[in-house]
C-alpha cells in the first residue's frame, strides 16, 4: 500500500520508487511512502491562505469546541488504529500512551481552551502596566495568531501522540500546520490523519500531511511561519541552522535527545515503599515502548552502599519481562520500531559499555515469545552499571534511544544532584524519596538542568501519572542536549504560536482595542440598572455609581455575632488601640457584604449567579462613622455555551471600587456573575 499525501486539500501519492516500511515483528512490508513530486511552497502558501483565514476568524471557544468534535470523533474509531499500532512493535500498553493519549490532549486543549482563553480570536497577557503618573498613558501584552504554517516534524516512537500534542495547541492557537511524521511509522499517522479529514471537522487548509521526506519545505518559510521539531539532536540543529529558518528568524522548537534520570533518595532503602516505587518505575520505563521514549530513564542513580540491592531488584523485574510479538498474550516489550533501530541502539550501546559494565542482557542471546529473531526488530532489555560516573562519562553522553539503562552510585545528595547534571540538560528527571528536605534540595538542584522533575513517594504513588508521561497541562522539553524547547504546558504551549505585542495607549483607546475596560478608561452611565439587563444589552465600560452607607460599631457587632469573626483588631477596644489600625475597625468581609448591599438590584432579572471573585484587596481600613460608596464597572462579557438544563448565558466581570467620604479607595476586586443571553447562538462546529 502506498501512503497518501495531503496537500492542497487533496490526497495525492508522491511519485518514484517511495521508501519500503516493514512491520516491526515480522519484517514484511506494510506500506511504502514517497512525498515526491509534491510542491511544498504551494502548501505552505495554502495553508497560510486558505487554513490561516479561517482558523482566525474563529474565537478561542470555538477553535477548542472542533478540537473536542474531534476529539469525539477520534475517539469513536480509535480500535482500527490499534491493530495498526501493533505494526510499530508498539504492545497494547504502549498504543494507549500513543492513541489514546493522544485523544486525551485534544480533550484537555478542547477544555483549557474554553476555560482559559476569552471567547475572542486573541488573547490579553496579564494585566494593564501603568506608565504614567496620571495614568492617562498605559500598556497591555496582546497575544494574536502568527499568520503562517506550522510545520511539525515528528520522531517516529509517537506516530499519533507526537501529531496531536503539536496539533492541539497549534490549532487552538488559530495557526494551521502541516505534519510530517517520521517515515518509519508514518503509515499509523496517515490512518488517523485520514480520520480526521474525513469528518471535516477542521476547515479546508487547517491541516496538511507529508509521508516522506520533507523536500524543500523548510526553504518556503517566512517570519510568520513556525517549526516545531521532535527527533535527534544531529538532525534538530542542522534543521534549526537551515539558511531560511535563520535569514527569517523562523521560530524553532526543538525537542531532542535526553539522558533522564532516576535518583533513589537516600531513605528510599530497601524494605520501603519508595524503594518498592523505584524499582518498579525503573523497570518500565526501561521496557515500556522498548526503551524508545525520549522520557525513559537512561541513568539510575543511587546510594552507594544501595547499588548492589538495587541490581539485584532490577535484574529479578527485568528478567520477568516477556519480549517478543505484543500479540502475543503475556508479551509485556516488543521490538523496536524497525530493524534500522536495532544497529541504532546497538552503535549507542557499544558506546556506553566503553566506560560501564554489562550486568543484565547485553546480547542476543534472549528469549522472544512468539516472533522470528531474524526477522523482527527485537534488542535485548540491558542494564549496566558504572562505579566511576564522574571519570567514566560515556552514560552522560551517549542516548541508547532502546531498553538500555546505567545503574550508578552517589555518595551524598549533592553528588547525586551533581550526576543528574551531567546530563548536560534533560526533559525530566526523578527522585524517589520520602523526606521532603531531600525533594527539595534535589528539585533546586536539578531544576536549571531539566524541563520537568518528577517527585515520588507512597503519599502519591496511587495517583502519580509516571516519571515518562509529558502531560498536556504540564511543560514538556528540557535545556541544553534536550534541545532548549518547551511545548504544551496548557495555555502556554498555545502562546508559541502567537506574537506577543506590546501596545501603549490611553486606558480608553487600550480598552476599546481588547474589548476590556481598565482603570482611568471611559465609563458610561444608565438610567436603567445594570443588573436589569440581559447579557447583549450590557456595554463593557457601563457603570453604577450607588447610593451611600454609613458604618456603624452596630454594624461591626453585628457582623461579628453573624458570622463568628470576633477578631481583637474588631472587638477589643484596647488591643484594637494597639494594634496597627489604632481603633476598631470594620471587618473586611463586612465592607465586601455591604457593597453588595450597595450594588445588587434585588428584583427577580437576568443575573442568574455570582459566582466568584478575584484580584480583592482591601487597601484602606474602614472605621465606624466612615461612609462608604460603590462604583461597579462591567469591565469584560464572555459569551459561554448553553447548558443542556439552562438558559443561554454568558460571563460577566464586575470592576468593583469601594471608597470611603474622602474619596479614597479602601477595597477593590473583581466579581463575576452568570447573566442570561436574550438568545442562544448558532453552533458553530458539527456535533
Ligand atoms: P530523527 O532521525 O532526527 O528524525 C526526526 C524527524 O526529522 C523525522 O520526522 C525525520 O523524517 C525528520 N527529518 C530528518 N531529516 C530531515 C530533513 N533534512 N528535513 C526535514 N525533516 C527531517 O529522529 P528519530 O529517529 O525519528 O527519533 C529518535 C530521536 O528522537 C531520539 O534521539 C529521541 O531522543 C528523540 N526524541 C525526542 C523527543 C522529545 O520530545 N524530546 C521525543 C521523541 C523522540 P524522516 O523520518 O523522514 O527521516
Redesign the pocket.
Known amino acids: 500500500m502506498r501512503l497518501q499525501n495531503y496537500a492542497l486539500g487533496q490526497w495525492v501519492a508522491g511519485t518514484g520508487a517511495g521508501t519500503d516500511l516493514h512491520h516491526a515483528v515480522t519484517g514484511e512490508k506494510v506500506a511504502e511512502a514517497s512525498s515526491a513530486g509534491l510542491d511544498f511552497g504551494a502548501m505552505a502558501h495554502y495553508a497560510r491562505t486558505v487554513g490561516g483565514p479561517a482558523l482566525r476568524t474563529m474565537t478561542f471557544h470555538e477553535r477548542a469546541l472542533m478540537l473536542k468534535a474531534m476529539a469525539k470523533y477520534l475517539m469513536e474509531r480509535k480500535d482500527s488504529l490499534y491493530a495498526l499500532s501493533s505494526a510499530t512493535g508498539a504492545t497494547k500498553g504502549d498504543s494507549w500512551v500513543d492513541i489514546d493519549g493522544g485523544i486525551g490532549t485534544l480533550f484537555v486543549y478542547a477544555s483549557k481552551g474554553r476555560r482559559e482563553f476569552p471567547n475572542e480570536t486573541f488573547h490579553i497577557d496579564g494585566p494593564m502596566e501603568n506608565l504614567s503618573k496620571n495614568g492617562t498613558f498605559v500598556g497591555r501584552h496582546l497575544c494574536v495568531p502568527l499568520e503562517g504554517v506550522a510545520v511539525h516534524?515528528?520522531?517516529?516512537?509517537?506516530p499519533c501522540w507526537g501529531m496531536l500534542e503539536k496539533l492541539s495547541p497549534t490549532l487552538l492557537a488559530g495557526m494551521p500546520a502541516i505534519v510530517?511524521?517520521?517515515?518509519?511509522t508514518s503509515f499509523l499517522t496517515e490512518a488517523m490523519f485520514r480520520m480526521m479529514i474525513e469528518s471535516g471537522i477542521f476547515p479546508e487548509g487547517a491541516i496538511q500531511l507529508i509521508c516522506?521526506?520533507?523536500g524543500d519545505l523548510?526553504d518556503h518559510l517566512t517570519m510568520q511561519d513556525a517549526v516545531a521539531?521532535?527527533?535527534?539532536?544531529?538532525?534538530?540543529h542542522?534543521?534549526k541552522a537551515h539558511p531560511t529558518v535563520a535569514a527569517n528568524a523562523v521560530r524553532f522548537n526543538m525537542?531532542?535527545?535526553?539522558l533522564n534520570c532516576a535518583i533513589m533518595g537516600p531513605d528510599a532503602l530497601p524494605g520501603t515503599e519508595e524503594f518498592d516505587l523505584f524499582i518498579k518505575e525503573v523497570t518500565r520505563e526501561m521496557t515500556t515502548k522498548a526503551g524508545q521514549k525520549?522520557t525513559a530513564i537512561r541513568r539510575t542513580i543511587v546510594p552507594e552502599g544501595a547499588m548492589e540491592d538495587v541490581i539485584r531488584a532490577l535484574t529479578k523485574r527485568l528478567g520477568d519481562v516477556k519480549v517478543g510479538d505484543p500479540a502475543v498474550d503475556g508479551v509485556k516489550m516488543g521490538p523496536l520500531a524497525g530493524r534500522p533501530q536495532v544497529g541504532e541502539v546497538h552503535r549507542s550501546l557499544d558506546a556506553i559499555k566503553g566506560g560501564a559494565e554489562v550486568v543484565f542482557g547485553g546480547n542476543d542471546n534472549f528469549d522472544i515469545v512468539g516472533a522470528d529473531r531474524s526477522k523482527g526488530a527485537f534488542f535485548p532489555i540491558t542494564l549496566l552499571a558504572c562505579n566511576n560516573p564522574r571519570e567514566r562519562t560515556q552514560s552522560h553522553d551517549v542516548?541508547a534511544?532502546g531498553p538500555v539503562n546505567t545503574v550508578m552510585p552517589y555518595a551524598a545528595v549533592g553528588d547525586a544532584i551533581e550526576l543528574a547534571r551531567m546530563g548536560k540538560g534533560s526533559?525530566v528527571g526523578s527522585v524517589f524519596t520520602a523526606d521532603d528536605r531531600v525533594a527539595r534540595e534535589v528539585v533546586l538542584g536539578m531544576a536549571p538542568y531539566h524541563g520537568r522533575v518528577y517527585v515520588l513517594n507512597r503519599h502519591s504513588a496511587k495517583e502519580a501519572t509516571g516519571h515518562g508521561s509529558p502531560l498536556p497541562h504540564l511543560v514538556?522539553?528540557g535545556p541544553g542536549r534536550?534541545?532548549g524547547g518547551e511545548e504544551m504546558g496548557g495555555a502556554r504551549g498555545v502562546l508559541h504560536y502567537m506574537q506577543r505585542t506590546a501596545i501603549q495607549g490611553s486606558p480608553t483607546t487600550i480598552a476599546r482595542i481588547t474589548n476590556e475596560w481598565i482603570t482611568g478608561a471611559a465609563q458610561s452611565g444608565d438610567r436603567v440598572h445594570p443588573f436589569r439587563k440581559h447579557f447583549e444589552e450590557l456595554q463593557v465600560g457601563e457603570t453604577l455609581l450607588t447610593h451611600r452607607r454609613t458604618v456603624t460599631e452596630t454594624d461591626i457587632v453585628n457582623f461579628a455575632c453573624l458570622s463568628g469573626d470576633h477578631f481583637y483588631a474588631h472587638m477589643d477596644e484596647i488591643a484594637a488601640k494597639e494594634s496597627i489600625f489604632g481603633r476598631r475597625v470594620a471587618h473586611g468581609y463586612f465592607v465586601l457584604a455591604a457593597a453588595a448591599g450597595l450594588f445588587v438590584h434585588p428584583a427577580p432579572g437576568p443575573v442568574l449567579a455570582n459566582y466568584g471573585m478575584e484580584n480583592l484587596r482591601f487597601t484602606k481600613p474602614v472605621y465606624a462613622g466612615d461612609t462608604i460608596q460603590v462604583t461597579l464597572t462591567c469591565k469584560s462579557k464572555t459569551a459561554k455555551e448553553t447548558p443542556a438544563d439552562g438558559p443561554p448565558q454568558g460571563v460577566v466581570a464586575w470592576d468593583v471600587n469601594v471608597k470611603n467620604q474622602d474619596g479614597e479607595l479602601v477595597a477593590t476586586y473583581t466579581i463575576l456573575t452568570l447573566v442570561r443571553r436574550l438568545t442562544a447562538p448558532a453552533p458553530s462546529i458539527p456535533a
Not at 510530517?180 to 518509519?184: E, F, Q, S, V
Not at 521539531?229 to 534538530?236: D, E, I, L, P
Request: net charge negative; charged share 10%.
Open positions: 516534524i515528528n520522531a517516529f516512537n509517537f510530517k511524521p517520521a517515515t518509519l516522506g521526506s520533507a523548510l521539531f521532535t527527533g535527534s539532536a544531529s538532525t534538530g542542522m534543521l525537542e531532542a535527545d535526553s525520549c542516548e534511544f526533559l514538556h522539553g534536550a534541545g
